[in-house]
């Protein structure tokens, strides 16, 4: 199957500073990719939805200025999370889709972000 | 409301014994249905999913999956678990590959 890298594994940083998160397709076009949140031995919940060129489509309850999502190429997408508090701490992973795949998803390792 | 739910938060099971890990859904219609697999440090891998047409789907890894309409469940079997099955499972459903509702995910774990 294809790859889907993100970057960071896990990152801390303090209350009000801002964070990107990286994921990178590395041997395919990722057309559309989506970006979910996870809480603890909670299920992932669909944060936004981003194809390539056109502005991220956010579901509902999720704040598109807190969670800026770009996707300027076929093979990367980055979520920043801007000015994070602590309630922002959480496990964030992103999926992507291309063509000839058959629609199916192939999703990053996921990345985990602490905020103090 | 929409929703899917993996009964046991975590289940241990010993090697080469059968496993079966269950979900069960609420859905307006009848969804897409998919089990998906993570181990640790690595991303959800699609172990199988079930779109229509026979009710019990194979799958990679040796897992498969029935369908039970009238009892709205997809569970999810293994004759013979090896220690390399231990993850974390998740099921999910919806209307298309995308827009998917998650369970919360069964932890496996394999005793030797």
């Known amino acids: 199957g294809a790859v889907v890298s993100q970057h960071p594994s896990w990152v801390i940083c303090k209350s009000g500073t801002s964070v990107k998160i990286e994921c990178r397709s590395l041997?395919?076009?990722?057309?559309?990719m989506f970006w979910y949140r996870q809480f603890p031995k909670q299920s992932l919940m669909l944060m936004a939805t981003?194809?390539?060129?056109?502005?991220?489509?956010?579901e509902q309850g999720v704040e598109k200025d807190k969670f800026l999502i770009n996707h300027a190429s076929l093979t990367l997408s980055t979520l920043t999370v801007t000015s994070a508090h602590p309630e922002d701490s959480s496990f964030y992973i992103c999926?992507?889709?291309?063509?000839?795949?058959?629609?199916?998803?192939?999703f990053g390792e996921g990345s985990r972000l602490t905020v103090l | 409301a929409q929703s899917v739910t993996q009964p046991d938060i975590h289940i241990t099971v010993s090697e080469g014994a059968s496993l079966e890990l269950r979900c069960n859904y609420s859905?307006?219609?009848?969804?897409?249905l998919f089990w998906y697999v993570q181990s640790p440090g690595q991303g959800l891998q699609l172990l199988l999913k079930?779109?229509?047409?026979d009710t019990l789907v194979q799958g990679i890894k040796g897992f498969e999956a029935e369908f039970k309409r009238s009892q709205s469940s997809f569970n999810l079997r293994k004759p013979s678990v090896h220690w390399s099955d231990a993850a974390e499972y998740f099921c999910?459903?919806?209307?298309?590959?995308?827009?998917?509702?998650w369970g919360a995910g069964t932890k496996l774990i394999i005793k030797p």
């Open positions: 999910a459903v919806g209307p298309s590959n995308y827009q998917l509702i």
């Open positions: 981003s194809n390539e060129g056109s502005k991220a489509t956010y």
């Open positions: 999926s992507a889709s291309g063509q000839g795949y058959g629609g199916e998803l192939f």
């Open positions: 859905y307006g219609a009848t969804p897409y």
């Open positions: 079930y779109f229509s047409g």
């Open positions: 041997d395919f076009q990722a057309t559309t």
